[in-house]
């Protein structure tokens, strides 16, 4: 049998916030790998400009990212074991964060063409 689709219920607003942070934690100009524990410490969370925001390559529309200042979204993600932090200073991904297979890679993360 094939695993569950969003095993942990996460809303669209946190599967698209895990989204980000999963695509954030792939690029060492904002995360750090923690340790022993696996987790990844997220450093600093890009500034949009315009509608849009870059992690790395790829463009995000900002409408997409509006969980990531959003205290609730940072708890919910939290009690479910994905992230680790104390809003809105400091944001660790869990390896169970870094795993969960949220589906919306390719509808939220574009390619860049500047």
Known sequence: MPPKANPLKLNPLQL??????????RHP???TP???????FLSSIPQPHGNHFHIGHKVV???DATGLNNPA???ALERKGLVRGSYPYALSLTKDGQAYETGLAGTILHGSDH
């Open 16 to 25: 698209r916030t895990l989204t980000l942070l999963q695509e954030m934690a």
């Open 29 to 31: 100009e904002l995360a």
């Open 61 to 63: 529309a900002s409408s």
């Open 73 to 75: 979204v940072w708890v």
């Open 34 to 40: 923690v340790g022993e524990t696996g987790d990844i």
